[in-house]
């Protein structure tokens, strides 16, 4: 089993950055890749970004929504188990709360699909102000 806690959310005004953090623990030697996702009020859950997390799996390949291409950025700490979500340019249509995602498969490029994901966290708010 692999355990995914977020944190990093909260509140900022449009124009502002934000960092999420997902930190892993229990079985991280066998997560492939590593996800983040966000769900808006009234919203289904859709995808935000995505990489492959295991060193020398793949070129450790990224993969964003057309929504935040540009904007936001993943990357990974994997001595400290933990992925990022670097949030710039922030607008009110990205309130959401994010959600960490982690699968044990061995995809060559990252997945899109919540179905394809084994492991949740249990989300951060993040609340765009305009």
């Known amino acids: 089993q692999v355990q995914l806690v977020e944190s990093g959310g909260g509140l900022v005004q449009a124009g502002g950055s934000l960092r999420l953090s997902c930190a892993a623990s229990?079985?991280?030697?066998?997560?492939?890749?590593m996800g983040w996702f966000r769900q808006a009020p009234g919203k289904e859950r859709e995808f935000v970004a995505a990489?492959?997390?295991?060193?020398?799996?793949?070129?450790?390949?990224?993969s964003y929504a057309d929504s935040v291409q540009g904007r936001f950025t993943i990357s990974k700490d994997n001595a400290k188990n933990t992925v990022y979500l670097q949030m710039n340019s922030l607008k009110p249509d990205d309130t959401a709360v994010y959600y960490c995602?982690?699968?044990?498969?061995?995809?060559?490029?990252?997945?899109?699909?919540?179905?394809?994901?084994?492991?949740w966290g249990q989300g951060t708010q993040v609340t765009v102000s305009s």
């Open positions: 990489m492959l997390w295991r060193v020398g799996w793949s070129g450790g390949r990224t």
């Open positions: 995602a982690a699968d044990p498969s061995r995809y060559l490029t990252p997945p899109r699909e919540e179905y394809e994901y084994d492991y």
């Open positions: 229990g079985r991280t030697g066998s997560i492939y890749i």
